[in-house]
């Protein structure tokens, strides 16, 4: 089993209205409205002045303080956009050498929407099987919104620059992940280049696709629904996660949307922040049982049951 030692979100102090963003954006009046109105977001955090490689490297340092970088054998960035620099840049090899980590492989994995970060913990967990004992991965979720059309998706959200990371092995103590499931519909590859006719059959699909994988990943983890505490959601919107709650029957303060309108939908990043604030604001307690979500353009969902620490492992 693959437990999470460490989760660290790095949210910029940063954050911007989304209602001031229409030029930027390049959208009229009319999409603002929609994103704030009816969909529930306000504000978007920004990390203006830093690199997704700067961000990045801030964010290992935090998740490493303190410990044995000799054991971390496998260094992971997980991000939504296929491609962040051109590859003569080899920033894995830069962030593997100037985080310290000597003994790791070094590597990104994307392609899978904003389920890509959910995704990795199942890399992490075989990966980490054909090591010795007490090896650890370092996961480096999500990424900075490089231009209006990465920070725009239309009549759905807005996206921010948080990132999280994950240090994890399969000894614990830390928050025990009990289940991943994942599902892709590869009809919807295009993405946002979809013709009319399979964009309207992908909203037709996506709250009961996105309940049908949530449930397997609690059944999975040998749970019904009413055992999970707290969905920790991607951040896309309010009025998504109202329409899949009224779907399960999940009464609609057992998710964590808190952080919708304060930092936006921040790729693939989201459901870790989540975990790492609402623990901080004792939305979850030790002991109790999460269910991470996410979403992604392109047909992916994923999700993952949790049992967090309890301190006294």
């Known amino acids: 089993m693959l437990y999470l030692r460490r989760v660290v979100p790095r949210i910029p102090a940063h954050s911007v209205a989304i ?60 991000h939504t956009v296929q491609h962040l ?32 970060g959910l995704s990795a913990l199942k890399t992490a ?23 209006p059309v990465m920070q725009h998706i239309p009549g759905t959200s807005v996206l921010g620059d948080a990132t999280a990371a994950v240090l994890a092995d399969l000894e614990g103590p830390g928050d025990a992940v009990l289940s991943v499931a994942h599902r892709t519909l590869g009809e919807f590859h295009q993405a946002r280049h979809m013709s009319p006719e399979l964009q309207h059959r992908y909203r037709q699909q996506y709250t009961p696709t996105l309940a049908a994988v949530m449930l397997e990943a609690v059944a999975a983890a040998g749970l019904d629904l009413d055992a999970i505490d707290l969905v920790l959601p991607h ?50 307690p030790p002991g109790r049982t999460a269910l991470m979500v996410s979403a992604g353009q392109g047909g992916t969902f994923a999700a993952a049951a949790v049992r967090t620490a309890t301190g006294r492992e």
């Open 19 to 78: 209602a001031d963003l229409g030029q930027a954006l390049e959208v009229p009046d009319s999409e603002i409205r929609l994103l704030t109105r009816f969909l529930g977001l306000d504000r978007i955090v920004t990390a203006e002045g830093r690199s997704t490689l700067d961000m990045l490297l801030a964010l290992g340092h935090d998740a490493l303080a303190g410990a044995d970088r000799a054991k971390v054998r496998h260094l992971v960035h997980a």
């Open 85 to 116: 620099a051109p590859p003569a840049l080899r920033w894995m090899d830069v962030l593997r050498d100037k985080l310290g980590l000597h003994e790791a492989s070094a590597f990104s994995l994307s392609h899978q929407g904003c389920v890509i």
């Open 125 to 147: 967990e075989s990966l980490l099987t054909g090591e010795p004992a007490g090896s650890q991965a370092l996961l480096l979720i999500g990424e900075k919104a490089l231009s």
């Open 235 to 284: 951040n896309v919107n309010r009025y998504s996660w109202t329409t899949t709650a009224r779907r399960l029957g999940l009464p609609p303060e057992r998710i964590y949307l808190d952080n919708v309108p304060r930092t936006g939908h921040c790729f693939c990043a989201d459901s870790f922040m989540n975990l790492a604030t609402a623990r901080a604001e004792q939305a979850l």
